[in-house]
Every structure is written in C-alpha cells, then in structure tokens.
C-alpha cells in the first residue's frame, strides 16, 4: 500500500534545506554579527534541530547501555542546560533589539505616511474651496 506521504528517514531530518534568499539589508545585519552572536545563532539552529534530538537520544542510550556513572552524566547535561539557555537568551535579546529597530522604523514610515496624508487632505480641502467659489461666480445664487 503506497502512501503520498514520503517516508521519514534519518537522512531527510540530518540533510540541511537551502535558505531562501535574504533582502540586502537583512544580509548586512547577518554580516556585521560578532563571533559570539554568530555562534549563539548556530548554536540556538542546531539545538531546535532533530538531529540534536537524534545526537542526545543515541547518547543517553549508549550511556545507559554502558553502565556509566549517571551522576557524571547529570553534571554534564545539567552544564550543558546552563549553556543552552544563555545561547537562547542571548539570541531572543538579539531578535528582540532587531525587532524594535523594525517597530521605530515602521513608526517613522507610519508618521511620515500621516504627515502626507494630511498635507493631501488639505489641498483636497483647498481645491474644493476654489471650486465651490468658482461655481458660485459662474451661476450666482437665484433669489429666494
């Protein structure tokens, strides 16, 4: 029985997808990242990934599997949370700065937007004025 859904394997959760092409000036934020804010990026993209997923399940089972000392293994995933956190942090607080630089642009946009807008709407309102004179010249209003 075929299904139309292809089969999950681990080669279709390890093989990276192709990144969608970036704006000009997104691809000049991603540049002037530092070091350490390219590798709390990194870091953060492989540890919401499957095959971290994958890398911890096989390690915790050879682990169990070995008769390792557990306490050993406890430090170490206990260090390695600390870490993790502090690279998530570290990338939320960078999206976080990107993300009011975007809302003070889009404010400026919006303000220079209503600016026009009420510029337009006076001259509409000053063009009605000289129409509305230039039809009481042309037909004078008839006594009542």
């Not at 959760?13 to 991603?30: C, E, F, M, S, W």
């Not at 953060?44 to 682990?63: D, E, Q, R």
């Not at 406890?74 to 999206?95: D, G, K, P």
């Amino acid at each position: 029985m075929n299904s139309a859904r292809p089969s999950l394997t681990l080669t279709h959760l390890l093989v990276r997808k192709p990144a969608p092409p970036i704006h000009p000036a997104r691809a000049r934020i991603h540049l002037a990242r530092t070091p350490g804010e390219r590798a709390a990026d990194l870091i953060t993209a492989f540890a919401g990934s499957w095959p971290f997923v994958l890398l911890h399940v096989i390690w915790f089972t050879a682990w169990l599997l070995l008769r390792l000392d557990i306490n050993l293994l406890t430090l170490i995933v206990s260090l390695e949370a600390i870490f993790l956190a502090t690279f998530v942090l570290m990338s939320q607080n960078r999206q976080a700065s990107k993300d009011e630089r975007r809302d003070d642009t889009e404010a400026v946009e919006v303000e220079q937007l209503t600016i026009m807008n009420q510029q337009q709407l006076t001259i509409l309102a000053q063009q009605n004025e000289i129409l509305a004179l230039l039809k009481a010249q042309v037909s004078p209003a008839s006594p009542a």
